[in-house]
């Protein structure tokens, strides 16, 4: 299995608070993303980055925030969170190699905003 | 429209039967696919990469027909093991993935 591991597992918040959620790896792969998943919606790109300090938006971007200042490390942080956050959030990682880009899921984050 | 679509299932089959998805793609331009399985309350975990016609590994084989925009996944000799949601994924060079929603296998003894 690839090294990827997130914190916390799982957590309960109210809303207006924010929430911070971090994703570590031990691969040195240079790309790393933040995914959400919801019943009906399948899994929804929120950032990504490519390399330490270098972030993209995906295509659910409001709400949140993203900072890599070390290979490992990629946080997401939900300036002020709603019930609409309530998700299972999965990072994953990525070192494209030709056409290649496979991804590799960390065990995911349940947050419910209540 | 969707980049990528699959049918959402569930494809319910007996054990030993030989279950095929499809998964249709709008964006030309992508070159790699891969099949991803996930089970119930778990990470999506990569199941096969196909990179040109196809690919075959055990009782899996992933099919590419760029003509047609769709790639399939046959599983063979269906276990109980197999029961898991199946996603499909396309992308371009660096581009992020783009996954479909998933379709829902269940095998039933």
């Known amino acids: 299995d690839a090294g990827i591991t997130q914190s916390p597992r799982h957590k309960v918040t109210e809303t207006g608070t924010p929430v911070t959620l971090r994703c570590h790896q031990t691969?040195?792969?240079?790309?790393m993303y933040w995914y959400r998943q919801d019943p009906g919606h399948g899994l929804r790109l929120i950032h990504y980055s490519y390399g330490v300090k270098d972030t993209d938006k995906g295509e659910v971007s409001d709400g949140y925030s993203v900072s890599r200042s070390k290979t490992e490390d990629f946080l997401l942080t939900l300036e002020s969170a709603t019930s609409s956050q309530t998700s299972v959030y999965f990072c994953a990682i990525s070192e494209p190699r030709g056409s290649g880009n496979e991804q590799y899921f960390g065990p995911g984050t349940r947050l419910t905003v209540t | 429209r969707k980049e990528v679509e699959q049918d959402p299932g569930p494809f319910n089959v007996p054990e030993g039967a030989t279950v095929a998805f499809n998964c249709t793609y709008s964006n030309s331009a992508s070159q790699s696919f891969f099949w991803y399985r996930q089970d119930c309350r778990k990470e999506p975990k990569l199941l096969m990469s196909?990179?040109?016609s196809g690919n075959e590994d055990g009782r899996f084989t992933a099919q590419l027909n760029r003509a047609s925009q769709y790639i399939s996944l046959l599983i063979r000799d269906s276990k109980l093991s197999d029961s898991a949601t199946y996603l499909c994924v396309g992308t371009s060079g660096n581009t992020p993935l783009v996954f479909g929603k998933g379709t829902r296998l269940s095998v039933i003894a």
């Open positions: 691969e040195n792969h240079r790309y």
């Open positions: 196909v990179y040109s």
